[in-house]
């Protein structure tokens, strides 16, 4: 299949689960909306001969989207309705311990597949437990943040299956559901880890410990939470598809002392695999993995990487599994931005800063950061109402330290199975890394004009900026990479992967063994190497 084809595809998926999770398109509408399409859709395949089997593919899918999208609203919508007193059975598929002694519980039903949120103060129920609850249920409602933004929480719930919440839970236990049990022993697991860090660890960088490597909320308090948000690395705080592979990296590196080259790679997946069930299947997480098991196979097999395929193929999936998550889950928005950003831009910004030592990879840190951030302001924004001055900076000081940081956190927990000293100096480590970053907040969030408070607009006008941010790069991309028409041609492949770059002594040796005496002169040769 051909790129464009690909991407048709791609592109008429996600905007069709796009128009069938929002208000934008309501039924009475759809007529209108066909005809018009239809029209451009015709006329654009008309002044575009050689896009016209990509737009066709974009057309079927966009409405094959639209109407799956729809059929996962309708459920939801019927089910919603059963907001009285009930009586049912479910299997608790999160244990969340709270302050207070107590604990917030979610029981995915059998029969509805949706899940009930509810805060208990019983802390005898566990991951897998089959349970016949009763509870009067009601829908999630809106509300609005500090920043006088309108947090979509009822499609925000949806997004992770979640349609109900209560304050009357009562339970009595029937069984055990034996997938869920398996899942427990990866729970127990973490807890185990998160108790060795708490016992070690001082706070608040215990907490922060806790949030970055095992994804436990509410290990921070707001103060904290609030500065790392308003200096821009509150994708810090939080699990991310960013720690996902960090841990899939330091994986391969261990499992090279061990395995060859090829099986490493299998060892490290199935510890991520591992890894993100235990910290649990959000829609970022997912992405991470799907994106992790591609590069494994890659190499596992061979082959050549295309990450902004498997980028497109990880959006796919989740919104199949998970169509409002395209539009109501800002994780799942800010991991994917964030992915597109180091894989499609950092290769521009990169020839930028050719003024930046390479030295221990700060050229690509300061490139990767830079492109994230230009691709993440926007959106930051417009849900959060804050914008970082110093983002890029903040993130340039604390970015390289965060392997670093979760590796010790894991390495303590393994110290606390043996030796008393090693678990002192790793303890000491933990604190002084997460210590550092929480330095580094602090003292960014304290210089003037660090942040500033944005009122809220409205989401064509973020259609727009975005707009205008990728023209800039398509135009930037072109300048750099651009070559004329008909030199293009002459290549294979509609990648720049499947480029063959040839030293200017390579190219002149060809040169000379074909061209005539005489014609070397004429020829014009250009720097390959940039």
């Not at 519980?105 to 899940?115: E, K």
């Not at 290990?219 to 200096?231: G, I, Q, S």
């Not at 196979?297 to 989740?318: F, Q």
């Not at 221990?360 to 492109?371: E, L, M, P, W, Y």
Request: with cysteine; aromatic share 12%.
């Amino acid at each position: 299949m051909s790129v464009h084809n690909f991407y048709a595809l791609v592109a008429g998926w996600l905007l069709g689960i796009m128009f069938g999770t929002s208000d934008i398109v309501s039924y009475s509408r759809m007529p209108f909306l066909v005809i018009f399409s239809a029209i451009f859709l015709i006329l654009l395949a008309y002044a575009l001969p050689r896009l016209r089997l990509s737009i066709l593919f974009l057309s079927a899918v966009c409405i094959l989207g639209f109407f799956y999208a729809s059929a996962t609203v309708n459920h939801f919508d019927t089910v919603a309705r059963f907001t009285e007193a009930v009586e049912r059975e479910g299997v608790a598929v999160q244990v969340v311990p709270l302050e207070s002694l107590r604990t917030r519980v979610v029981i995915r039903d059998t029969v509805w597949g949706a899940s009930v949120r509810a805060h208990l103060t019983d802390t005898s129920l566990h991951v897998g437990d089959l349970v016949r609850y009763s509870a009067t249920l009601r829908e999630p409602t809106a509300f609005l943040t500090d920043t006088g933004r309108v947090f979509a929480y009822a499609e925000y719930s949806r997004a992770r299956n979640i349609l109900f919440e209560t304050s009357d839970l009562t339970y009595v236990l029937v069984g055990t559901d034996t997938y869920y049990a398996l899942v427990r022993t990866l729970y127990d697991f973490r807890d185990d880890i998160a108790a060795v860090i708490e016992r070690s660890v001082p706070l608040p960088e215990a907490g922060l410990a806790q949030a970055m490597l095992l994804g436990i909320g509410g290990t921070l308090d707001e103060n904290e939470n609030r500065v790392f948000r308003e200096v821009g690395l509150v994708h810090i705080v939080v699990l991310s598809g960013f720690h996902v592979m960090a841990i899939f990296g330091v994986m391969v590196i261990l499992a090279g002392f061990v395995f060859p080259y090829r099986t490493r790679f299998a060892v490290a997946l199935l510890a991520t695999i591992l890894f993100s069930i235990m910290v649990g299947l959000t829609p970022t997480v997912v992405r991470a993995v799907i994106m992790a098991t591609c590069v494994a196979l890659a190499y596992m097999l061979g082959r050549g990487r295309a990450p902004l395929r498997a980028l497109a193929v990880a959006a796919c999936i989740i919104t199949f599994a998970a169509p409002y998550a395209l539009l109501y889950d800002a994780g799942f928005q800010f991991s994917f931005l964030a992915t597109f950003a180091i894989v499609a831009v950092v290769p521009i910004v990169s020839l930028f800063l050719r003024a930046v030592p390479t030295t221990f990879g700060f050229r690509g840190i300061v490139a990767a950061t830079i492109s994230v951030e230009l691709i993440l302001t926007p959106l930051i924004s417009w849900s959060m109402g804050t914008f970082p001055l110093i983002g890029i900076l903040a993130n340039v000081a604390v970015l390289p330290v965060v392997p670093f940081a979760m590796l010790s956190s894991l390495l303590l927990w393994v110290g606390s199975l043996g030796d008393a000293s090693a678990v002192s100096f790793l303890a000491s480590l933990t604190t002084a890394l997460h210590g550092y970053i929480i330095a580094v907040a602090h003292i960014m969030h304290a210089l003037p004009y660090a942040y500033f408070t944005i009122a809220s607009f409205s989401l064509s006008v973020l259609g727009c900026v975005y707009g205008v941010i990728g023209a800039c790069i398509v135009y930037l991309g072109h300048r750099r990479y651009g070559m004329p028409v008909k030199q293009k041609s002459v290549l294979n492949g509609h990648d720049v992967s499947h480029w063959r770059i040839e030293t200017i002594a390579a190219v002149r040796e060809r040169l000379m063994q074909k061209a005539p005496e005489g014609a070397l002169e004429e020829v014009v040769t250009e720097d390959v190497s940039r």
